[in-house]
C-alpha cells in the first residue's frame, strides 16, 4: 500500500466504473491504490495497464476494515464500484470511522466542471430515454455526450470531456441505477427523469419501499422534475410531486383526479400544457418508429427534457425521425424465411419482459431465461398466454420457468435448452412449424449465469441469428 496517507483515494473494483475512478482521481493528482478481490486473467491484464499508468493495484485482497485501516492508515476517501453493497460491513465500518465512503458518481460529479446533468432512472426504459435525450440534444447542434450506467462510466466520461483542456459539453446525459444513486447523495441533476417503478433489485435493497425511496431521492434533488403518469407506482405515489412534470402517451383527461401532465397525446399530436395553463400544439406523436406504447412513454419523457433544455417541437421532431433505436431492447435484427427476430436483452426482469412483448404483434416464440430475479411473474405468463405459442427456456432458471408457465396456464409449446446455441435453433424451427411471423429474446432474467452481462447475451443472440 502507498506510505501517503493524507491524500489516499481507495478504489474497490476493478470494473468499469472503477477503472474510470482510478483514473480521473490519477489525472487530478490524487494517490490512488485499486483493491479487488479477484485475481483473473482479465483482472490481471486490466491492473498492470493501470499499474503502467502510475496507479497501484492490489489483488485478491480481503475486503476488510484491517485492509484499509492497518497500522493507522487512513484513507481520505473510498470509492466502491456500483456491484458493492453499501451496507458492506467494510463501508459500514469505514462510515462508522469517519472516513468518506461514495460511489464513482461523486468524483466524476466534483470533477464535471458545472456542466449541467440530465439524470435518468427508473426500473424499465431509462437505456432508452437516455439515448434519446442524447440524441435529440446532439441533432439539435448541442454537444451532449452520455454515460453513467450505459457506455462510458461517469468518471471516464468525465475525465475524456471535462478535464482534457477541451471545450466543454453544453450536457451530460447518465443514466443512473439505484446502486449508484444510493452511494452518491450529493448528485442533483438539472434535469431528473424517473421512467418506471416495479420490483426489482429486491435481493439488494430489501423492499420495495426502499427501492423506491432510492430513486425518489435523485428526483427530489432535481431541478426539473420529470415523472412518467402511466407509470402505475409512481402515479399511485403522487403525493408531494406538486411542481413535477408529468406526462402521459394518452390524453390528459385520461389521468385520475389531481394529476395534470404537462405532455400529453391528443389526435395523433403531442400537446404541451405551459405555466399560465394554456395547452399548445407541439409536434407530431408518430415521428419515432420503435413500437410499443411504452417507447411513446420514453419519447415523451425525452422530449420533457428536450423542452427544459431549450429545443423547440420542431428540432425535436427532426430528431426524433433520424433515431435508430437502442442495441438490445427490442432490436429488430434481421429477417429470415419470413420470420422476423428481435432481441431484447436488456429485458432482465419480468416487467421488462412483458413490456416487450406487449409490443409487438404476435403470435411469438419466445426465448426466456438466465438468472432469475426475485418477484411475481404472474403477469409476465399472462403475457405469454396472449401472445406466445412457444416459449423456449433456456440457462439457470429453465426449470422454474417451467413450473411458473405451467401452474399459470400457460398451453402453448414450452421447450428447455440449456443455452442460447440450441435455443435459437429451436426457436427458429418452432417459428416455422407453428406459423409465428417472429421471435422474441426476452429474458425476464439476469444474465450472470452465463454472460457477463446482458450486452454480452445480446451480441450471441446477434450472432446466432445472423448465421442461420
Not at 69 to 77: D, F, I, N
Not at 113 to 119: A, K, L, Q, T
Not at 288 to 317: F, K, W, Y
Request: charged residues 20%; glycine residues 10%.
Amino acid at each position: 500500500m502507498p506510505s501517503s496517507t493524507t491524500d489516499l483515494h481507495v478504489v474497490i473494483g476493478l470494473g468499469r466504473s472503477g477503472i474510470g475512478a482510478a483514473r480521473l482521481l490519477r489525472a487530478q493528482g490524487r494517490n490512488v491504490l485499486v483493491l479487488d478481490e479477484h485475481q483473473s486473467n482479465a483482472h490481471q491484464q486490466r491492473a498492470a495497464q493501470l499499474q503502467a499508468e502510475g496507479i497501484a493495484v492490489q489483488l485478491a485482497c480481503r475486503l476488510e476494515p484491517e485492509q484499509l485501516l492497518q497500522h493507522g492508515r487512513r484513507p481520505a476517501a473510498v470509492v466502491v464500484s456500483p456491484g458493492m453493497r453499501w451496507d458492506h460491513p467494510l463501508l459500514t465500518r469505514l462510515r462508522s470511522e469517519g472516513i468518506a465512503v461514495h460511489g464513482e458518481l461523486v468524483p466524476a460529479w466534483r470533477a464535471s466542471g458545472g456542466v449541467p446533468w440530465i439524470g435518468i432512472t427508473g426500473t424499465n426504459g431509462k437505456t432508452t430515454v437516455t439515448h434519446l435525450v442524447s440524441h435529440l440534444l446532439n441533432q439539435s447542434g448541442r454537444d451532449a455526450p452520455m454515460g453513467g450506467n450505459v457506455g462510458h462510466s461517469a468518471a471516464e466520461l468525465v475525465l475524456q470531456r471535462c478535464n482534457t483542456g477541451s471545450q466543454l459539453p453544453d450536457w451530460l446525459v447518465m443514466e443512473i441505477s439505484s446502486y449508484q444513486i444510493e452511494s452518491a447523495a450529493e448528485i442533483s441533476p438539472r434535469i431528473g427523469i424517473w421512467t418506471t417503478l416495479t420490483p426489482d433489485h429486491l435481493e439488494r435493497h430489501g423492499t420495495l419501499a426502499t427501492y423506491r425511496q432510492i430513486k425518489r431521492g435523485l428526483l427530489e434533488r432535481s431541478g426539473l422534475r420529470i415523472l412518467n403518469a402511466d407509470d402505475p407506482d409512481l402515479r399511485t405515489h403522487q403525493a408531494g410531486w406538486n411542481d413535477a412534470f408529468w406526462i402521459t402517451a394518452g390524453h390528459d383527461d385520461d389521468l385520475p383526479a389531481g394529476l395534470q401532465a404537462s405532455l400529453w397525446v391528443e389526435s395523433g399530436r403531442i400537446r404541451q400544457r405551459l405555466r399560465n395553463g394554456e395547452a399548445i400544439d407541439l409536434m407530431a406523436a408518430d415521428c419515432l418508429t420503435m413500437p410499443g406504447i411504452h417507447n411513446r412513454q420514453n419519447m415523451l419523457m425525452a422530449v420533457a427534457a428536450g423542452l427544459g433544455a431549450g429545443l423547440s417541437g420542431a428540432e425535436m421532431e427532426h430528431g426524433l425521425t433520424s433515431f435508430p433505436g437502442v442495441p438490445h431492447r427490442l432490436e429488430r435484427l434481421r429477417q429470415h424465411r419470413g420470420i422476423t427476430y428481435f432481441n431484447d436483452s436488456k429485458a432482465t426482469n419480468y416487467a421488462a419482459a412483458e413490456v416487450a412483448l406487449d409490443a409487438l404483434q404476435g403470435p411469438l416464440v419466445v426465448l426466456a431465461g438466465g438468472e432469475a430475479k426475485q418477484g411475481d411473474g404472474s403477469t409476465w405468463v399472462a403475457a405469454l398466454r396472449r401472445q406466445a405459442r412457444a416459449v423456449v427456456l433456456y440457462g439457470a432458471a429453465r426449470e422454474l420457468f417451467a413450473s411458473l408457465l405451467q401452474q399459470g396456464g400457460f398451453a402453448g409449446v414450452v421447450t428447455l435448452a440449456e443455452g442460447l446455441d440450441t435455443a435459437v435453433t429451436v426457436a427458429a424451427d418452432l417459428a416455422q412449424q407453428l406459423n409465428c411471423p417472429a421471435v422474441l429474446l426476452s429474458p425476464a432474467c439476469a444474465s450472470f449465469d452465463q454472460y457477463s452481462d446482458f450486452e454480452a447475451r445480446g451480441e450471441h443472440f446477434r450472432a446466432l441469428v445472423a448465421a442461420l
